[in-house]
């Protein structure tokens, strides 16, 4: 079992509807959530950044961490299509460890 | 203007040739990160270094080196031992609050 599993995609949603993008992982351990965006040919982005469980919302985004099910989300609310993007979850243990990457979704915004 | 400076954007290897890809940042972070992206694939850590004159091999550091001589400069060196290395390269920098910033990324494509 990998450590991160992501849904690779490709999602297709029409504008202005509300996306969810999730990932699973394994170790119990981890306690540091992140969310990053990547265009094309472009570096990750971060979005978003949580420790422990629970949501964190930062305009027109939410991150939701449920430690018990081991299970991380993002929701994107009033899509647009300048969201059209990979999106990546990653998490590591301790802020100074290693971050580990799922290989992320492939995002479509349809107009 | 901060920020984390990759180049070349795009770079070809002739067969048995090395090549060096640079990354600069003007952030202050100690911190710094060499991944490799392939398509469908998730990063994975080349190298690290989390001080000047000192880094350590990631999970795949087989044909690769790197070199830390100062603060601001992370160059990575894709050797002809490696057999594969068509990809897209990402430098990072790290806060003190942990948290991992990328460059624009670099396209490593052989002739």
């Known amino acids: 079992q990998k450590e991160v599993e992501q849904d690779p995609g490709p999602l297709s949603v029409p504008e202005g509807a509300i996306v969810s993008l999730n990932c699973t992982y394994s170790?119990?351990?981890?306690?540091?959530f992140m969310w990053y965006r990547q265009y094309s040919r472009k570096g990750p982005e971060l979005l978003m950044y949580?420790?422990?469980?629970g949501n964190k919302e930062d305009g027109r985004f939410t991150a939701q961490v449920d430690k018990s099910s081991k299970y991380i989300s993002l929701f994107i609310r009033d899509s647009q299509p300048s969201d059209s993007a990979t999106y990546l979850c990653?998490?590591?243990?301790?802020?100074?460890?290693?971050?580990?990457f799922g290989k992320g979704t492939r995002l479509h915004i349809l107009p | 203007d901060g920020g984390i400076t990759q180049s070349p954007k795009y770079l070809f290897r002739k067969e048995g040739q090395n090549v060096t890809l640079s990354c600069e940042q003007n952030?202050?972070?100690?911190?710094m990160y060499w991944y490799r992206q392939d398509p469908g694939q998730g990063l994975r850590l080349i190298y690290y270094?989390?001080?000047?004159?000192?880094?350590q091999k990631g999970d795949i550091a087989e044909g690769y080196s790197v070199s830390r001589e100062k603060k601001e400069s992370f160059p990575l060196t894709v050797t002809s031992a490696q057999k594969n290395p068509t990809a897209f390269y990402l430098c990072?920098?790290?806060?003190?609050?942990?948290?991992?910033?990328f460059g624009s990324g670099t396209q490593l494509s052989v002739l």
């Open positions: 990072a920098t790290r806060t003190g609050n942990e948290k991992l910033f």
């Open positions: 170790n119990s351990a981890f306690q540091y």
């Open positions: 949580t420790y422990s469980s």
């Open positions: 990653a998490m590591s243990v301790r802020r100074d460890d290693k971050i580990i």
């Open positions: 952030l202050n972070h100690d911190a």
């Open positions: 270094s989390q001080i000047v004159n000192d880094f």
